[in-house]
């Protein structure tokens, strides 16, 4: 049974994910951790391989020079000896490039991964099966789905990740880089579901309105999704987010017409807030005593020349206020 390495690279935390409350599958437990492979400086490795095949090659070239029948069969036997052996074990050398790392199994088992880069040297019987550890992009097809009130949306999303885990993204999933491809796309179509484009109530969330709690939950649960396969998201966006074509005209209306109600809005406030200021400055000044009826008239007049879309014609009272 492997054992884990304290040194090693860690899983994120799953309790960021419970505080946001992600609705996401149960993975199963994974059943391996990474932990570094057993290996040596693969410099010296080579030089002792090629003495070995010299002196190898070297043995039998002597072999076919001696006289003596003993001399020479075990001059021949040691030389086809130490050739192939010294070729065997020149076979696990293994060149690991930065952002580069190999898991090394042994007869179907797993015996570490090496992440030291440069020229390394394993046990020549193991394979060692290649992984990129570096950071990478995926981004979606532009999705359409339904939002949480129906109407059809399209969406995309970009998500950085890169491979935290190597033993898991080997042994855990078929094809981790399609896994991921395929959790990220059921996330934003969850997410997308879950929450309406733009919230009729004044609290409520929405993908266009509240950017980034949307994302957060996004990327919580896309690491739910991807924790089991080693995988570790650094970041997710969306890329692309608007109505479908055949609402987008009606939906501009809908939207134009809610901007116009609240311009309306602000402007009756506005204009109550003047006229209100006007009548106290007339009380408090006595510029004029006015009766009910006159102010009601007077708050009339002011609200059609504030509220108006369209420039007042002025009539011009030639006589007294009463006529």
């Known amino acids: 049974m492997s054992t884990h390495d304290p040194h090693g690279p860690q899983a994120p935390s799953a309790t960021a994910d419970a505080s946001i409350g992600v609705d ?24 002792l391989g090629l003495v070995g095949l010299l002196i190898g090659v070297g043995l039998i070239v002597a072999a076919a020079a001696v006289v003596a029948g003993a ?12 050739a192939p052996g010294a070729f065997l074990s020149m076979c696990g050398l293994n060149m690991v490039a930065p952002g580069e790392a190999r898991v090394v199994q042994l007869f179907g088992r797993y015996r570490g991964t090496i992440r030291e880069d440069g020229l390394r040297w394993v046990n020549p019987f193991t394979s060692r099966e290649k992984i990129s550890t570096r950071v990478r992009n995926h981004e979606t097809a532009v999705l359409k789905v339904n939002d949480a009130y129906g109407n059809p949306i ?12 190597t033993a898991q993204a080997s042994f855990e999933v078929d094809d981790y880089f399609e896994f991921v491809s395929t959790q990220t796309e059921a996330a934003v179509r969850h997410i997308a579901i879950e929450y309406p484009y733009d919230a009729h109530d004044e609290g409520g969330l929405s993908l266009r309105g509240n950017a ?7 990327a919580a649960e896309l690491h739910a999704r991807v924790e089991a396969a080693g995988v570790r998201i650094i970041e997710s966006r969306f890329t692309h987010l608007a109505y479908a074509p055949e609402i987008a005209s009606a939906m501009l209306q809908r939207q134009q017409a809610g901007a116009v109600v609240a311009a ?16 106290n400055r007339i009380a408090e000044q006595d510029i004029v005593e006015l009766d009910e009826e006159r102010k009601a008239a007077m708050v009339s007049n002011l609200m059609v020349v504030l509220c108006g879309d ?3 014609q002025p009539v011009l009272n030639t006589g007294t206020l009463y006529q």
């Open 154 to 165: 399209e969406l995309a999303a970009v998500v950085v990740w890169k491979v935290q885990d």
């Open 71 to 82: 001399a020479k069969a075990a001059l021949m036997v040691v030389g086809i000896l130490v």
């Open 310 to 312: 369209r420039a007042p």
């Open 264 to 279: 309306r809005r602000e402007i009756v406030d506005g204009a109550v807030g003047m006229v209100e200021a006007a009548l």
């Open 24 to 47: 996401a599958p149960e993975m199963p437990a994974p059943r391996v951790h990474e932990f570094p492979a057993r290996s040596v400086g693969g410099g010296l490795a080579l030089l």
């Open 212 to 218: 980034e709690e949307i994302t957060e939950k996004l």
